[in-house]
């Protein structure tokens, strides 16, 4: 992805074939542990950025550093040549024996190595060795050099590139080739510019430029690659909506969202409402909707009662309280009169008889008359009868 964003941003981008890091195909690599990897050597893509300044971005194989220079590698010479479309030179800068094809020149050049790094532009007199070299930084991002001037970017670019062994002793920072094998430079029978690697869009296109010591225009050029990379990006994203949103309706309900901390019952009214939405929800889901109302109405029915019930239940509560109050009053009257009645039990005893006496004569006698004694009453005593009234 994030090399595709890198694309997207580019004016122009040229690949180059992994692992072709041998020239015409005849090169055997230097016996030296220092270039054991001839990934440093292989060359596989050059971008030129859509920034305001010229910014080129070259993508290698691999970038040791065994030597720790300063650049942040230490087996190649790299070298970038970018036509802008008007004049230009046609002789590369010195040490490569390459040149340009013919009606073509180059306008700026740029030049790195681990202990240096400059760009040049075409002047009409003079040599490419002579003109002025002007500041060019370089970043390592992994197996990329991120080379950035301060010239402007041109409107339009068509690229070359080509790579060699660094040479830190000599003045054009080439190494020869050899004819036989050697501790610190590739060998070839039949190759003769010490170019390891170049540009080109096969192997046999940098065969044929090696052999004729002539670069070839790259063809297979991406002008407009940036707006067709964001098009791709921009397709892939709307096919991933679609696709997550086929899933959704798939699953009965859109994708869930982040927990915001919501109480349960919440987030599961949220469900449901989201589950009504979709019209082709999962049953189960609408079926669970349809039971949690239930019960929502059910508790709200018996919270509805019991709000209706407590004015009469309260009332009850009342009624009882005075009741309960009436009997304890009535028991307390109760036990007084009796204490009454008990304190005076005669009293009311000749009240009644002298009533009874004043409506039948004959009661007075009976009534006067006590009860006799009986055995249990009398102890030893015998019983004795009353004396006769006169």
Known sequence: MIHLLVLAAALLHLQDPAGDAVGDGTLVPPTAPLYANTADFDLQGVTVSDAKDLTVRVTMGALSNPGGLRNGFSAPVIEVYIDTGSGGASELLPGSGMTMPPKHGWNIALRVTGDEAYAVEAEPEGSPGTWPRLPVTVEVQGTALILRTALPRPDRAEVYAVVGVYDPFRQDAWRPLTATASPWSFSSPTQHVPVVDLLAATQGAQRRELDSGVLLPYRATTRGVGWLILIVLGLMTAAAGVVLRRRARASGRPPAAADDGAPAYERFLDDVEE?????????????????????????????????????????SDAADADASASTREADSDGEGASGTASATPSEGTDAAVAETEAADPSVTAIADDPPPRTDEDAGDATTEEPPPRS
């Open 275 to 315: 589950a009504r939405l979709w019209p082709d929800a999962d049953p189960s889901v609408e079926r669970a909707a349809a039971e949690h109302n239930r019960e929502l109405a059910t508790e709200a029915d018996g919270e509805s009662d019991v709000d209706a019930d407590a004015p009469a239940v309260e009332a």
